[in-house]
């Protein structure tokens, strides 16, 4: 994008669950490449913002709106925003049962546009090629976030959002992810990760936005959370 219109733009959305008001008046900028780190306390609003910025349906984007690339995607719905470039890495990673490591990629390539030959993604993940006949739900934990992240990859991605990425694994392991992270971002690819383990992410991150009660308490550089105890103990408890 040229002219200074940002890479993907929120500006002032407002989000419910049903009558719960939930995401109330977010707005932030990103710029191609970036990686922003979304913290805050439990139940601040962090999936919920994530789940309406991918148009998921619930919570429901009630205004507000969301630009990537000059496409408005506060219009769109969710697989329209996929189509877009937003990918949604959940909690829980969406591993289809059932299916080998590589039939979830393949599947994940079934809808046009595609990002990565799964060729490419066995070269940066040979640990997803030693185990691509398997089922993937046998996996480790650490292994199925690998795959999650392998998903996007297949995916056109122009952003990619990573909902706890480090969740419920073990420290050696999220040293192993952190280091596909790094990967991703040497790739320049766009990122928003929410991460309760703020400090891996603020040490992934450039910037970090921390959300209080659905709204952004703190807009700075990742380095500036890092530096601030009071700032941390304030949103985040560490
Ligand atoms: N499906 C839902 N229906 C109604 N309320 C919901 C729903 N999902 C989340 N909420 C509420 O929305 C608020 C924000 O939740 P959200 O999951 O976005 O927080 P979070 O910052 O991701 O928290 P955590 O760190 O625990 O994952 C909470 O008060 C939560 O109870
Ligand atoms: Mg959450």
Redesign the pocket.
């Known amino acids: 994008m040229s002219g200074g219109t940002p890479f993907f733009s929120v500006r002032d959305i407002h989000a419910y669950?049903?009558e719960?008001y939930?995401v109330q008046g977010v707005s932030f900028d990103v710029e191609e490449g970036e990686i922003i780190a979304l913290l805050?306390r439990?139940?601040?609003?962090?999936?919920?913002?994530l789940r309406t910025l991918a148009r998921v349906d619930?919570p429901h984007l009630a205004s507000g709106e969301i630009y990537l690339d000059g496409q408005a995607v506060h219009s769109m719905k969710s697989f329209q925003a996929a189509q877009a470039g937003i990918q949604l890495v959940p909690e829980d990673r969406r591993i289809i049962g059932g299916l080998t490591v590589e039939e979830n990629l393949i599947l994940s390539q079934v809808a046009e546009p595609r990002g990565w030959a799964i060729e490419r993604i066995y070269d940066h993940f040979p640990r997803l090629g030693e185990r691509r006949h398997q089922d993937a739900v046998t996996m480790s934990g650490g292994e199925q976030q690998m795959l999650a992240v392998a998903r996007a990859l297949a995916r056109d991605v122009k952003i990619l959002f990573l909902d706890e990425p480090y969740e419920g694994l073990a420290p050696v392991i999220v040293h192993e992810i952190e280091n596909i992270l790094k990967e991703v971002k040497k790739m320049g690819i766009t990122t928003i990760i929410?991460e309760?383990n703020a400090v891996a992410a603020l040490q992934l991150a450039d910037k970090a936005l921390i959300?209080d009660m659905g709204q952004i308490a703190f807009r700075g550089t990742a380095q500036q959370v890092l530096d601030d105890v009071e700032l941390r103990h304030e949103y985040l408890a560490i």
């Open positions: 669950y049903g719960s939930i805050g439990n139940g601040a609003g962090k999936t919920s913002t619930n929410v309760q959300l």
